[in-house]
T-cell receptor, first 118, second 115 residues
């Protein structure tokens, strides 16, 4: 079984300050991890993904995340927030089965709403 | 550059009515999925189809049925709509193997209201 916990339902930052969105996961086998962003009344956009390559993953729009197996975490960061970053962010896990393949079922966290103040 | 196409984008139903949400992908992906999104709950898997000819229940399948019509198309049917099915529905598709640099593409969503 797999699960995802996003530790903050809301995060508020000032423009130009760092962003940290926290995510912990649970997975029986080697997971693939993703961060998606959803702007109001829009669809889902992939920010970045970890699939057992480098543990520090760089994504679009200056976001990055670090896979820490010992802490079962995959926190999303950005050095300097922009007003356009205001959105809801989802941490997502997909678990490979014992054979190393998967049908790609995703388990979503509950979401973190990021507010950016001028 | 179509990707995953969902229809309709918006729908209002009365309790007890039926409808089918359509989804088609043009990326030759094997696997397709239906999710629903509710506030504070992320997206939850309703049904999925690992490959053409197979379908399986996800986390919240009650009240829904699906059909994998061919490799491209995966429809979701509400036989008797209930207010609890008011939600935003997303279709998605993916290549089969996680360990490859696989793609997972979402449609733009269907906003369904049941009154």
């Amino acid at each position: 079984a797999q699960s995802v916990t996003q530790l903050d339902s809301h995060v508020s930052v000032s423009e130009g300050t760092p962003v940290l969105l926290r995510c912990n996961y649970s997975s029986s086998y080697s997971p693939s991890l993703f961060w998606y962003v959803q702007h109001p009344n829009k669809g889902l956009q992939l920010l970045l993904k970890y699939t057992s390559a480098a543990t520090l993953v760089k994504g679009i729009n200056g976001f990055e995340a670090e896979f820490k197996k010992s802490e079962t975490s995959f926190h999303l960061t950005k050095p300097s927030a922009h007003m356009s970053d205001a959105a809801e962010y989802f941490c997502v896990v997909s678990q490979a089965n014992a054979g190393g393949t998967s049908y790609g079922k995703l388990t979503f966290g509950q979401g973190t709403i990021l507010t950016v103040h001028p | 550059n179509a990707g995953v196409t969902q229809t309709p984008k918006f729908q209002v139903l009365k309790t007890g009515q039926s409808m089918t949400l359509q989804c088609a992908q043009d990326m030759n992906h094997n696997s397709m999925y239906w999710y629903r999104q509710d506030p504070g709950m992320g997206l939850r898997l309703i049904y999925y189809s690992a490959s053409e000819g197979t379908t399986d229940k996800g986390e919240v399948p009650n009240g829904y049925n699906v059909s994998r019509l061919n490799k491209r198309e995966f429809s979701l049917r509400l036989e008797s709509a209930a207010p609890s099915q008011t939600s935003v529905y997303f279709c998605a598709s993916s290549t089969r193997t996680v360990r490859s640099n696989y793609g997972y593409t979402f449609g733009s969503g269907t906003r369904l209201t049941v009154v």
